[in-house]
């Protein structure tokens, strides 16, 4: 009755990842490396910090972002609320991992974004693409991710692009597309190019929605944090880890707080600053 096609694919899939391994395995370890380099260097740095230190850039960057000392006040208070937790260390941990990931998913998402807002025909051939990305279980990834670059930080910080990066590709198609034509055409009379009217008059006019897209990656990324514990990756996510592999919810709550902490100053950061970018587009028009 049933045509079996399971074992095909499924084979298919492992001799891929296999002829990916022998062929490029050295071009796989460079990028590793790489992305380690990064990592460890951005780590490092958050880590020697002292906590005031790191403290007082949040609250500047929250003020900088809202304009809103009590914001900024209340995200610092937060932030602090993570060391007293005696998850300080894990967090610096997670939040270098976060940074390289939406880095990553920005430098990859935006111009995919912009590719598809101006080609149809990409736009019908990366849709179903974007699809299977957020659908597809992260477990499903991570296995041949850890087969190509190990066990560790790296296959964490690309399952996690992979998760997160659909939102913002789908959200900055959406800010071009929705960028009044009027506009477009006005800047086509003036003689611009095609470059010229994207650099200077839809990506401003996009800004908005493009921050709401970072902002849902970042919201994204973070959900990953449990997940990419799992291979290695330490972090916040480690702490829910061991609270549920010793069954102890005291600290698997210990560590759920925390990440619900940098969720909200995450959000409240990005959502602020797309506020301002909203209220800003709005007095110029």
């Known amino acids: 009755m049933f045509i079996d096609i ?9 001799n891929f990842v296999e002829s990916l391994i022998v062929n490029y395995g050295n071009f796989f370890e460079a ?16 880590r020697d910090s ?8 949040i609250g500047l960057i929250a003020f900088a972002a809202s304009r809103r000392i009590k914001l900024a006040a209340g995200l610092v208070v937060l932030t602090w609320l993570i060391g007293c937790l005696g998850l300080w260390e894990q967090a610096m941990q997670t939040i270098a991992i976060m940074l390289v990931a939406v880095a990553l998913s920005i430098v990859i998402g935006i111009p995919v974004g912009v590719l598809i807002a101006r080609n149809n025909l990409a736009r019908a051939a990366i849709n179903p693409l974007l699809d299977l990305m957020q659908t597809i279980p992260s477990f499903v990834y991570l296995i041949p991710a850890a087969m190509l670059f190990g066990l560790g930080k790296v296959p964490a910080i690309l399952a996690t692009v992979i998760y997160a990066t659909p939102p913002l590709i789908r959200l900055t198609d959406l800010g071009i597309r929705q960028v009044d034509s009027e506009v477009v055409e006005a800047g086509r009379a003036f ?13 401003p006019l996009a800004l908005p929605a493009i921050m709401q897209g970072i902002n849902q990656t970042t919201m ?10 799992m291979i ?12 549920l592999q010793r069954n102890d919810s005291g600290t698997g709550l210990l560590g759920g707080i925390a990440i619900v902490i940098l969720a909200i100053v995450f959000d409240r950061i ?3 600053f797309g506020v301002r970018l909203q209220a800003y587009r709005t007095a110029r028009g």
């Open 191 to 203: 003689g611009a190019s095609r470059w010229q009217i994207l650099r200077g008059v839809q990506i």
């Open 50 to 57: 002292p906590p005031w230190v790191i403290l007082l850039v």
């Open 220 to 229: 994204m990324a973070l959900a990953m944090v449990v997940i990419a514990s």
């Open 6 to 14: 399971g074992r095909p694919i499924a084979n298919f899939t492992n």
């Open 232 to 243: 290695g990756a330490r972090g916040i996510g480690e702490t829910v880890l061991l609270g």
């Open 270 to 272: 990005s959502q602020a």
């Open 31 to 46: 990028i590793s490396n790489s992305l380690l380099t990064i990592l460890i260097a951005l780590e490092r740095v958050l």
